[in-house]
């Protein structure tokens, strides 16, 4: 790393850290928090809370385990960012250290930890890039993984398990013994919030949790690109959602299969449910099901449509011999404001909205091959209930407006477009307008089927726009635009573009690229490509970086990156 570089993320990491005189100025803003997630191997104590045993040696080797969404992912996976972000924790907490000094530590006399089922207080120091607080104890290096929790707050923790070769403690959250000014519980609009494993932000004020998540992309950026810093552009502030709460237009709560029931042993149906299980989403740190009324960050109609799921499993769970997810996807039937076919009469579990000009009656799908509706502004999509599209509807008008007001460069010598992955037409269809012709390419023949259907939807035929199903390792072979009138667009799946990919796009070299991504950290990675240009291909330069948040509440950030190609 070079010095600018260093001194780059030498600030950026002190930004992070609440000054210890912030803990004089601290006081009770709301009710102490409740004791929070119960892992599997507890017992109930004569409280009623939950007790765990503690056995084994200290040092045994232990690793989390990946989440699905986590395991084609290699670098800027959750488990790579949290070591990042533990280890510049560590160096802030001595910016003396040298490379030296970093080797002595490996030979130092081991520290004394508690025990693991000890229970302690920590400060929390700073937020990881995955939405834990890091607290560290006073003279130790020893950094606690510690869920619901923000800087500046005192926490009582549960001592899990050390990870002494990561200088990680993972943790139980137990209580709040001195909150942090930035906590106010009051905020909190959800009774299973510090159990449940879907959000983290809920006891922030909004404005911080946006700024939590500007810094999120700056670490992205910072540990990932590997770029000096002068080559990544200061971050822009987080662009909010219209929605903090009711935004989730899909769910998927999921239920355990019943005692005896053994996943490798799919053909036996002796196990059999006694009673309704428990139907919801994990616990936090747990591979458990933790049983959910309802989620108020899903939609009204997804929220009613999981009350009737609910209804209907305390009926029928006896048909199930095996654990199942419940899908709950929005589906919108549209009327012209005074149309006589608008019901007088909401069906049961619908709801309704409406503008000066539309009347919208929302339902909840279950089935994944049924279509569904949304629309964004004036543009209509229908997809399976089941596959992906964006899941909050409420940000995706400001996000494709910002998208569109920016994907020409001050020039204006680009003419055509290319959605590298179209899926069902999102960006192809609502950007249309801005070229001459734009053709979407995705390797899933089912998404170019429903991009086709919604191109004619909106009105849109081949002489304006294409689609093409493309296999993975000739995405550009049938796109015939000059490059120098081109810009294509990017929104891979978490793991990112992997290598065969990036060369193509440097070897087709657009005038321009705008990279939009649900995992900072693979897209930094990507970006940090694009940049280097090391070998065949073109090279480009940032123009500007900004996230999105698409997931109020939760640690998550969109990140959007725009690129221009380097002329040499």
Same mark, same amino acid.
């Given at each position: 790393?070079?010095r600018?570089? +260093?001194?780059?993320a030498?600030t950026?990491?002190?930004?992070?850290?609440i000054?210890?005189?912030a803990?004089? @100025?601290?006081?009770?803003p709301? @009710?102490?928090?409740a004791p929070?997630?119960?892992?599997?191997?507890?017992?109930?104590n004569?409280?009623g809370q939950?007790?765990?045993?503690f056995s084994?040696?200290?040092?045994?080797?232990w690793k989390?385990? %990946?989440?699905?969404?986590?395991?084609?992912?290699?670098?800027?996976?959750?488990?790579e960012?949290l070591r990042?972000?533990?280890?510049a924790l560590i160096q802030?907490?001595?910016?003396?250290?040298?490379?030296?000094s970093e080797?002595d530590t490996?030979t130092?006399?081991e520290?004394?930890?508690?025990q693991e089922?000890?229970?302690i207080?920590v400060?929390?120091l700073? /937020?990881?890039?995955?939405?834990d607080?890091?607290?560290?104890k006073?003279?130790?290096d020893?950094? +606690?993984?510690?869920?619901?929790?923000v800087p500046?707050?005192i926490?009582? &923790?549960?001592v899990y398990?050390h990870l002494r070769?990561?200088?990680q403690?993972?943790?139980?959250?137990i209580?709040?013994?001195?909150p942090?000014?930035l906590?106010?519980?009051?905020?909190i609009?959800?009774?299973?919030f510090?159990t449940?494993g879907?959000c983290q932000?809920q006891m922030?004020? +909004?404005?911080?949790?946006?700024?939590?998540k500007?810094?999120?992309?700056?670490?992205a950026y910072?540990?990932?690109?590997?770029?000096?810093g002068?080559l $990544?552009?200061?971050?822009q502030d987080t662009?909010?959602?219209p /929605?903090?709460?009711?935004?989730?237009?899909k769910?998927?709560p999921?239920?355990d299969?019943?005692p #005896?029931?053994?996943?490798s %042993?799919?053909k036996n149906?002796n196990?059999s449910?006694?009673?309704?299980?428990?139907?919801g989403?994990?616990?936090k740190g747990?591979r458990k099901v933790l049983?959910?009324?309802?989620?108020?960050?899903?939609?009204?109609a997804?929220r009613?449509g999981?009350?009737?799921?609910?209804?209907?499993?305390?009926?029928?769970?006896?048909?199930?011999?095996?654990?199942?997810?419940i899908l *709950?996807?929005?589906n919108t039937?549209?009327?012209?404001?005074?149309?006589a076919?608008?019901?007088?009469?909401?069906?049961p =579990?619908?709801s309704k909205?409406?503008?000066?000009?539309?009347?919208?009656?929302?339902?909840c799908?279950?089935?994944s091959k049924?279509?569904?509706?949304?629309y964004?502004?004036?543009h209509?999509f229908t997809n399976p209930a089941g596959?992906f599209?964006?899941?909050?509807?409420s &940000?995706?008008?400001?996000?494709?407006e +910002?998208?569109?007001q920016?994907?020409?460069p001050?020039s204006?010598?680009?003419?055509?477009l290319i959605?590298?992955?179209?899926?069902?037409?999102l960006?192809t &269809?609502?950007?249309?307008s801005v070229?001459q012709?734009s053709? #979407? &390419?995705d390797i899933a023949?089912d998404?170019?089927?429903?991009?086709?259907?919604?191109a004619q939807?909106?009105? *849109?035929?081949?002489?304006r726009?294409k =689609?093409?199903?493309?296999? @993975?390792?000739?995405l550009?072979?049938s $796109?015939?635009y000059?490059?120098?009138?081109t810009v294509? $667009? /990017?929104?891979p799946?978490?793991?990112?573009?992997?290598?065969s990919?990036?060369?193509?796009?440097r070897?087709?070299g657009?005038k321009?690229v705008?990279?939009v991504s649900?995992?900072?950290?693979?897209q930094?990675?990507?970006?940090g490509v694009l $940049?280097?240009?090391?070998?065949?291909?073109?090279?480009?330069e940032?123009?500007?970086?900004?996230g999105?948040?698409?997931?109020?509440q939760t640690g998550h950030?969109?990140g959007?990156?725009i690129l221009n190609r380097v002329?040499?």
């Amino acid at each position: 790393m070079n010095r600018v570089a +260093y001194r780059l993320a030498f600030t950026l990491r002190r930004q992070i850290i609440i000054p210890r005189a912030a803990f004089s @100025a601290m006081s009770s803003p709301g @009710a102490p928090v409740a004791p929070a997630h119960q892992p599997q191997s507890e017992k109930a104590n004569g409280n009623g809370q939950q007790k765990r045993s503690f056995s084994g040696p200290q040092n045994r080797k232990w690793k989390q385990k %990946k989440t699905k969404r986590e395991k084609n992912i290699t670098e800027g996976s959750s488990e790579e960012v949290l070591r990042n972000d533990i280890q510049a924790l560590i160096q802030s907490r001595r910016p003396e250290a040298t490379a030296d000094s970093e080797q002595d530590t490996d030979t130092a006399k081991e520290e004394t930890l508690p025990q693991e089922g000890t229970e302690i207080d920590v400060e929390i120091l700073e /937020l990881s890039s995955t939405g834990d607080g890091l607290g560290m104890k006073d003279g130790s290096d020893q950094v +606690y993984v510690v869920p619901f929790t923000v800087p500046g707050d005192i926490a009582k &923790i549960k001592v899990y398990r050390h990870l002494r070769h990561e200088n990680q403690t993972i943790s139980d959250f137990i209580s709040i013994t001195k909150p942090s000014p930035l906590r106010d519980d009051t905020r909190i609009q959800c009774k299973y919030f510090n159990t449940c494993g879907g959000c983290q932000f809920q006891m922030l004020d +909004y404005k911080e949790q946006l700024k939590l998540k500007k810094r999120v992309l700056e670490k992205a950026y910072l540990n990932f690109s590997n770029l000096a810093g002068e080559l $990544v552009p200061a971050i822009q502030d987080t662009i909010g959602s219209p /929605l903090q709460y009711g935004y989730r237009t899909k769910l998927t709560p999921h239920f355990d299969g019943p005692p #005896g029931f053994r996943p490798s %042993k799919r053909k036996n149906q002796n196990a059999s449910f006694s009673k309704c299980p428990e139907i919801g989403f994990m616990r936090k740190g747990q591979r458990k099901v933790l049983d959910i009324e309802d989620c108020p960050i899903g939609t009204e109609a997804v929220r009613l449509g999981m009350g009737r799921e609910r209804q209907r499993m305390e009926k029928e769970y006896t048909n199930y011999h095996r654990g199942a997810t419940i899908l *709950l996807r929005e589906n919108t039937k549209r009327y012209q404001k005074g149309d006589a076919a608008i019901p007088e009469t909401l069906p049961p =579990f619908t709801s309704k909205t409406e503008t000066d000009t539309v009347v919208d009656i929302k339902s909840c799908e279950t089935d994944s091959k049924t279509t569904t509706t949304e629309y964004i502004g004036d543009h209509v999509f229908t997809n399976p209930a089941g596959s992906f599209f964006q899941n909050n509807n409420s &940000i995706l008008p400001v996000f494709t407006e +910002y998208v569109k007001q920016r994907i020409l460069p001050s020039s204006g010598d680009i003419k055509y477009l290319i959605d590298a992955y179209s899926g069902s037409g999102l960006f192809t &269809i609502t950007l249309a307008s801005v070229f001459q012709h734009s053709t #979407g &390419i995705d390797i899933a023949a089912d998404s170019i089927n429903s991009a086709r259907q919604n191109a004619q939807l909106n009105g *849109l035929g081949e002489d304006r726009c294409k =689609f093409i199903a493309a296999d @993975a390792g000739e995405l550009f072979k049938s $796109v015939s635009y000059n490059a120098d009138e081109t810009v294509v $667009v /990017l929104d891979p799946p978490r793991k990112g573009c992997d290598a065969s990919f990036l060369s193509q796009l440097r070897n087709f070299g657009p005038k321009r690229v705008l990279y939009v991504s649900c995992n900072v950290h693979t897209q930094a990675r990507d970006v940090g490509v694009l $940049v280097r240009g090391e070998g065949e291909g073109k090279r480009y330069e940032i123009e500007s970086l900004v996230g999105f948040d698409f997931f109020p509440q939760t640690g998550h950030v969109e990140g959007v990156a725009i690129l221009n190609r380097v002329d040499e």
